[in-house]
């Protein structure tokens, strides 16, 4: 069956460190992946896309990689800070038009 | 904020009622999608307008369904409520189908069904 798996435990790291999470999929194959913040109680707000071609995107402190190998996207976040503290989604393009297929989510909590 | 409204914030409804969720996409997107998102989930792909004709569809029952306006704002609506339809409701607008238009989500409505 197809999957799209995130840590499903919260991640707790000091403000400064770098921050690493991780998206997993089974079964799919997309041409496109995406990640996503979201705070409680609101809609998720789009970060980055990433195209399969693609080994490495990066956004002012921000930086995703895709690797279509290992079915697998790491998203770190630099010189986190307790601002960074959200949900992250990881979503893939896994249809017609633009419908995304979401993972869980990985909590963040950056500590002073 | 991303321009995307929904109404209502929150919505508390018993069993076997009917619900219409509302969502104005930002100015000039086309396209609305709808997700069910469950506590701790991840959202869920409901259904698609594009140009007020649906474009797609998640593996959610008939008692959902959907309208698009030629102003491209959007309505979910579902009937027949159970217990397990309480969650957030999002929608979100892209200005057009391709993977890298970016989508913008709405705040979400809150229904809880008792």
């Known amino acids: 069956s197809q999957k799209i798996e995130q840590n499903s435990e919260a991640l707790n790291i000091q403000e400064g460190k770098t921050a690493t999470l991780t998206c997993n999929y089974t079964n799919y194959s997309p041409a496109y992946l995406q990640w996503y913040r979201q705070d409680p109680g609101r809609g998720p707000v789009f970060l980055l896309l990433i195209r399969e071609n693609e080994k490495e995107k990066r956004k002012e402190r921000l930086k995703v990689t895709f690797d279509t190998t290992l079915k697998q996207s790491l998203f770190h976040i630099t010189a986190s800070q307790p601002a960074d503290s959200a949900t992250y989604l990881c979503?893939?393009?896994?249809?017609?038009?633009?419908?995304?297929?979401f993972g869980t989510g990985t909590q963040l909590k950056v500590e002073l | 904020e991303t321009g995307v409204t929904q109404s209502p914030t929150h919505l508390i409804k018993t069993r076997g009622q009917q619900v219409t969720l509302r969502c104005s996409s930002q100015?000039?997107?086309?396209?609305v999608s709808w997700y069910q998102q469950a506590l701790g989930q991840g959202p869920q792909f409901i259904f698609q307008?594009?140009?007020?004709?649906?474009?797609g569809r998640g593996n959610f029952p008939p008692r959902f369904s959907g309208l698009q306006f030629p102003n491209y704002s959007s309505e979910l609506n579902v009937n027949a409520l159970e217990l397990d339809d309480s969650a957030l409701y999002l929608c979100a607008s892209s200005l057009g189908l391709a993977p890298q238009e970016t989508q913008y989500f709405g705040p979400g409505t809150r229904l809880l069904v008792l």
């Open positions: 100015s000039g997107h086309n396209t």
């Open positions: 307008y594009y140009r007020e004709e649906e474009n």
């Open positions: 979503a893939l393009f896994t249809g017609g038009g633009n419908k995304l297929t």
